[in-house]
Every structure is written in structure tokens, then in C-alpha cells.
């Protein structure tokens, strides 16, 4: 297999990437890592006009903490993410979930910000983004947005970016509180999709309640779904069975999944609820072992 | 469009349209056919290079991408009719049968054990998990690369005394 026909740029600055977008708009397809995108090409889902490469530009790659936020570059490798040690602690959930993405040589040219665009409703990151609270930094050539995770997937393969932006940048704040969290995923074999997964990240404040709650499914709709009635559920409560239980039947409730090779609706609901219930005991646990 | 790498040391140079997969340049451009094709579709990892010194899966990577970058090919292992380390274990424990994924299993081992000197078996396990043998001799592989990572410990110790 092997794609259709395209013209190939490398530029070496951003402003080009944003120029060339701005002249070609949908005709046009960026490539980070291609993990996504060349698979598409080579099966013809996708057959742009032009490929704009941004391996090329500086300063799309690293994960940095300053202002209160963690800021991952767009082009950072799932497999720099694994490698981030520093972030146990402030967000568990990015560390669980990098090594789950597909298999160590895909996680070494695939990208988050690629990852994230691709929109695939069984991409895991973003389930992740969305239980964070991630921000997301998208360029073009009339200046800069910064798109919420919630809302940013409207559907399978559809997201708010527009054709002329390129996304640079993944911020997700850190603030007070001891934090915690996990990345829970099914999958029928090592490297697959998942059949269900659910990304899970919580804060105590200083009287030991939960401050805040972030709930991402994966692979249970339409898009990555975040489980707004389940974190809603838990904030401003002391954590018990109880209150873990109820929020994980609110998860499960949220997701919309369908029957397919993987297993059935109700299965499927089913592992979302029981996921979101484990992952929140860990996540929990976590948090009341951190120091703040 | 003239595309250049370092091809095992070597500067390497060919022609290729954009749309080239790294794989198709490797062996019908360069004419190095140890780069084998299996699945076509990312998933075997028989088309295992290492790019700038990490396995990539080169059937899901255009030539274009690796324009003046550095890679390694299963020829790129033996050093002046020397094997390397894990071609030695591969020998030793017998780590292949019909050994088409053998080139893949091998770069994805040496890379591991240059980053991890001393994996555990379940490391290699997570190490080869994008690397798939049909005649499921997995057994072997990752015996072989135990056995590579031995080598290194008992040369490198030998370097020092």
C-alpha cells in the first residue's frame, strides 16, 4: 500500500506552516508523526493536496511546568510523555496512560498534539485532556485561540480546530491541592485500541474533601466523553465507597457505547462504570499519600 | 525529490517521490532488502528500523520524514564481520525459526538494551510488544536478547578490569 499522490513541504518556521494553511486550508494536511495520518493515506481515507510536515519547526517539543500549568509541546512523542518521571504526583493519569498508546515503536514517532487532532473517539488522550482540564493552543496565520478540551471533539474525527491552525501547544493546569490519578484501559491485545478506557483525576483540598474531579471515557461514544454528572457527583464530598460508587454509576450512565467486534453496549457501560469506580479508589489513595 | 540519510554510517542518497514509504526506500531505492515487509499496516514490526537510534515502524513513516537523519538497518549491526551482541544471542539461543521477523526483533533489542543495560524479562516482554512472530518463538527472542544484555554486562566489565 502506498498513498496517493501529494505535494510535500518541510518548512522550518511556524509562520510558514501558518501561511501555507492560510493558502491551503482543506486541502491541506499537517503531519507530525503520522502515526494516524499515514495510515490513512495508505488506505486513501485521506487524500490531501498537500502535506505540510512540521518535524522541522523548533520549539513544538517538551513538557514544562511554569505559572501553574504543565505545557506539553504539540510534537512531544508519546513516548517522552512515559519518560516524564517528574509527573508522578501532579498528574498520575498522563503516566498511566502514555504506555498504554499502541506499541513502544508507535509511541516513539507518534505525537500528543498529533493524537489529539486525529480525533479518533478510541484515541487515548483524549479521554486524558478532558479528566485534566487541558487547554489547548492552536495558531494560525490571524493570531492565537486557546480551545477548552470540552467541547474541542465534536465527533468521530472532528474537532474545533479550524482548517487554517495548527495546534502548538497542550497546557494543563496544576494547582493547589494533592492530586491524583489513573489510566484504566481494555484492550483485546497488547498495542490495540481500546474497548474501553477511562482517564481519572482528582484533587483534595486541605480538609481531605475532593476539590475537584475530572472524568474522561474513551472508546464509549461518539467522541471522548467527560463524565461532567459523575465529577459534579463528587466535589465538595469526603470520599467513601458511597460517594466512589455513585459517581462511577453516573460514568457509566454518560457513556454512549456501541456494540461492535469488542463487545456489547451494556458490556461496555458496564466496564466504563467499573473502571471509573477502581480508577477513582486509586486515584483517591494517591492523592491522600501525596504531600501537597 | 532527492532525499539523503545516514544510512548505517553511511550517507545514502536516492531519488523518491514525497509519497515514498520509508520501507520502499530502504529496499527499492537502496537496495537493502534485511528491512522486511510483513503486515503493511503497522502492526507486525517486521519492518523495524532504528530512527536516530529508536525502533519506528518504517512502513508508517515517509522517506521525506527522515530526510539527513540517522538509521539503522539490520545490516547496520555486524561491525567489520563482527556480530553484534544480539545477533550473537539470537545465534546462541536460537531466537528465530523462519526468522522474518528476525531484522525487526533484533534492532528493537539492540535499542533496548542501549537504553536499559539490564532489562527484566518482563521489560523486554513490553520491549518487543510492537513485534510480532507468527512462528511464536517468543520464548527464544527474548532468551536471546537476555542473552545479548549478559554479553554487554560481562564485556563491559571486562573493559574495566
Known sequence: ?292 | MKITVNMNGAERSAEAEPRTLLVDFIRTKLGMTGTHIGCDTSNCGACTVLLDGRPVKSCTVLAVQVEGKNITTVEGLAKGGKLHPIQEGFHAEHGLQCGFCTPGMMLVGAALIEANPHPTEDEIRWGISGNICRCTGYMNIVKAIQHAAAANAAENIAGVA
Not at chain 1, 518541510?10 to 506552516?17: I, K, N, R, S
Not at chain 1, 493524537?115 to 478532558?130: F, K, Q, R
Not at chain 1, 497542550?170 to 490495540?192: C, F, H, N, Q, W
Not at chain 1, 457509566?252 to 469506580?277: C, H, L, M, N, T
Open chain 1, 1 to 292: 500500500m502506498f498513498p496517493a499522490a501529494f505535494d510535500y513541504i518541510a518548512p522550518g518556521a511556524l509562520d510558514e506552516v501558518l501561511s501555507l494553511l492560510s493558502q491551503h486550508g482543506d486541502d491541506a494536511k499537517v503531519l507530525a508523526g503520522g502515526q494516524s495520518l499515514i495510515p490513512l493515506l495508505k488506505l486513501r481515507f485521506a487524500s490531501p493536496v498537500i502535506v505540510i510536515d512540521i518535524g522541522r519547526v523548533d520549539g513544538l517539543e517538551g513538557i514544562r511546568q511554569e505559572n501553574g500549568h504543565v505545557r506539553i509541546g504539540a510534537r512531544t512523542r508519546h513516548r517522552d510523555v512515559e519518560s516524564a518521571t517528574d509527573l508522578r504526583g501532579t498528574l498520575d493519569v498522563l503516566l498511566d496512560a502514555a504506555p498504554l498508546i499502541s506499541d513502544p515503536l508507535i509511541r516513539n514517532m507518534g505525537t500528543v498534539g498529533g493524537s489529539i487532532c486525529h480525533a479518533d473517539p478510541a484515541g487515548d488522550w483524549g479521554a486524558v485532556m478532558l479528566a485534566v482540564g487541558a487547554e489547548f493552543v492552536v495558531r494560525s496565520s490571524g493570531g492565537e485561540r486557546v480551545l477548552p478540551a470540552v467541547g474541542f471533539f465534536e465527533g468521530p474525527f472532528t474537532t474545533g480546530l479550524h482548517a487554517d491552525e495548527v495546534m502548538t501547544e497542550i497546557r494543563i493546569p496544576v494547582g493547589a491541592g494533592r492530586s491524583g490519578g489513573t489510566y484504566l484501559k481494555l484492550e483485546r491485545k497488547v498495542g490495540d485500541f481500546a474497548s474501553v478506557a477511562t482517564a481519572v483525576h482528582v484533587v483534595l483540598g486541605g480538609d481531605g474533601r475532593i476539590s475537584s474531579a475530572g472524568i474522561g471515557l474513551c472508546a464509549v461514544g461518539a467522541q471522548s466523553i467527560k463524565a461532567t454528572a459523575a465529577e459534579a457527583a463528587l466535589v465538595g464530598q469526603t470520599p467513601s465507597d458511597a460517594v466512589i460508587a455513585e459517581a462511577a454509576r453516573l460514568a457509566g450512565a454518560a457513556a454512549e457505547p456501541k456494540a461492535d467486534i469488542r463487545g456489547s453496549a451494556e458490556y461496555k457501560r458496564d466496564v466504563a462504570r467499573v473502571f471509573v469506580q477502581r480508577g477513582l479508589h486509586t486515584a483517591i489513595n494517591r492523592a491522600q499519600g501525596a504531600t501537597a
